[in-house]
């Protein structure tokens, strides 16, 4: 009798211990999907990248999107392509640029679900991985961004995941996908490389999957030439961005190697970065200290799928020490899904389930604040605004001439377009180019007609380039009228002389 109650108080804790996971999990879910459509809805300005290749979308043929685009600008082509599908099929606003990451955004958000039961046992390191993938901001910034990078991170998750589920056994269909994402995500080749690597040396050791592997290969390596054709013609623009990213390349001598996986570190444990800022040596050290003793526990218990999902990590090492791929922040931002997994391993020796929810119930509360935080933040960016180019369009006059910093054009190209309001021949406008001495600045706006001007300017530039805003409230000092709008975002200003 005794027996029989033990056993039925069992079945009941389980019971109650399977009800609580799964109200955890409904509750992370709502909550990543919440966070990610409130900041899609919310609808912020472009900024200078989006606004580019926007206009890259509208200007160019569908095959012009593999070839090179206008203001330095590089992104996958296939993602372009979709993207310029969605926007005849609907119309050229930000919310049909933004749709194709936010969709993605959601399918890899419940992928990862999945993913990590093939490398966390607990229920509570699951939801814990999953409340950090739920609430991280890089996650949910550039998953309501038209820029490729939540694709990059969906590479990282759905490439291994399908080597899971395939085995090598369908060799066609894997090697098709590998081939196919380059198209999609830059990132994604490093991957591609990585977990190639990882199944010839597994096939190596399993020698039937010998044939397989060839055939998967084959595709990669046939696929190899059509994709060099694509980055021989978008070349000038890669030189460009090298120069700006030779900060996130491995020195020879490793010296900077360390500082480089703290700022990583410190990048993708979002929201906690004000956290990390108060303490900017302890925590990114304690949360790196965290991950590698997770990637110790994975490498004893299973070697394969510790390379599986270390491999791109160390691959995009060895490119960095290369100078072939930056370890920078956003560029970098598909190692997120990997540091979660390592970072809650922990709980997995923890046998104790009351321990394991404590846990995981202080990182809930501990985030609830932070979360609050980031997303305000990223709805309050000072960057490009809307407000600035409505502002232009309501109070401008015929004749008067419209000065636009380089580092503004493609947001004033898109968005005087949209609007459709200004009424001014192309001589009234000047496209401001870029200078790097104050004089430079004065010389080419006392070269200006006598005309009243307008000034789109802002905080956002290139580096080693002189900002426009003292220039230009120095110049306003002896104006008849001077005018500054939407101060600290995109700043307008009127001088009439």
């Known amino acids: ?79 372009l392509v979709e993207t310029k599908f969605l926007v005849s099929l609907f119309s050229d606003s930000e919310f049909v640029f933004r749709l194709l990451p936010f969709l993605v955004s959601f399918f890899t958000f419940f992928l990862f679900y999945y993913y990590l039961k093939y490398y966390l046992k607990s229920s509570s390191a699951r939801l814990l991985a999953l409340l950090l993938f739920a609430i991280n901001t890089n996650l949910i910034f550039y998953s309501t961004e038209f820029k490729p990078y939540i694709i990059d991170v969906f590479a990282v998750i759905s490439m291994p995941f399908l080597i899971y589920k395939l085995k090598l056994k369908s060799p066609l269909l894997l090697g098709l996908f590998f081939a196919l994402m380059p198209y999609y995500s830059y990132a994604s080749g490093i991957v591609a490389l990585a977990l190639t690597f990882v199944l010839f040396i597994f096939s190596l050791k399993n020698k039937k999957y010998l044939k397989n592997f060839f055939i998967f290969f084959l595709i990669q390596f046939f696929n190899l030439f059509l994709f060099a054709l694509h980055l021989g013609a978008v070349e000038k623009t890669r030189a460009f961005m090298q120069n700006l990213w030779s900060a996130s390349y491995i020195e020879n001598n490793f010296s900077n190697l360390f500082p480089l996986i703290l700022d990583n570190i410190y990048y993708i444990f979002h929201p906690y970065k004000f956290i990390l800022s108060v303490f900017p040596y302890f925590l990114p050290l304690l949360f790196l200290l965290i991950c590698a003793f997770g990637a110790f526990l994975i490498f004893k218990k299973d070697k394969f799928k510790f390379s599986i999902l270390l491999s791109p990590y160390f691959a995009l090492l060895i490119l960095a020490f290369l100078k072939a791929y930056p370890y920078y922040d956003r560029l970098s931002l598909f190692l997120t899904p990997i540091f979660i997994i390592l970072f809650s391993k922990f709980l997995d020796i923890l046998n104790y389930k009351k321990i394991n929810f404590a846990v995981f119930s202080l990182f809930i509360i501990f985030s609830l604040l932070p979360v609050i935080n980031s997303q305000n933040v990223m709805k309050n960016l000072p960057s490009q605004d809307l407000w600035a180019y409505k502002k232009l369009c ?42 790097y001495n104050n004089y430079e600045y004065l010389n080419s706006f006392y ?30 000092q002896g104006a008849k009228e001077f005018l500054h709008y939407n101060k600290g975002k995109t700043d307008i200003y009127y001088v009439a002389k």
Do not use: H
């Open 1 to 79: 009798m005794l027996g029989r109650m033990s056993g039925e108080s069992c079945v009941k804790i389980t019971l109650n211990s399977k009800k609580i996971t799964l109200i955890f999990l409904i509750i992370i879910f709502a909550l990543g999907i919440f966070l990610r459509a409130d900041l899609f809805f919310f609808n912020r300005s472009f900024w200078f990248d989006e606004a580019a290749l926007a206009i890259n979308v509208l200007k160019l043929p569908y095959l012009g999107l593999f070839g090179e685009l206008s203001f330095w600008q590089s992104a996958p082509p296939m993602f």
């Open 394 to 435: 309501e109070n401008y006059k015929k004749n008067e001439i419209i000065v636009v910093d380089y580092n503004f054009t493609p947001q004033f190209i898109y968005y005087t377009k949209r609007l459709s309001m200004l009424d001014f021949e192309d001589k009234n406008v000047v496209f401001k180019k870029l200078y």
């Open 447 to 476: 070269a200006l007609s006598d005309a009243d001007f307008w000034v789109i300017s802002g905080a956002i530039k290139f580096p080693d380039a002189i900002l426009t805003k003292p220039v230009i409230e120095f110049i306003g």
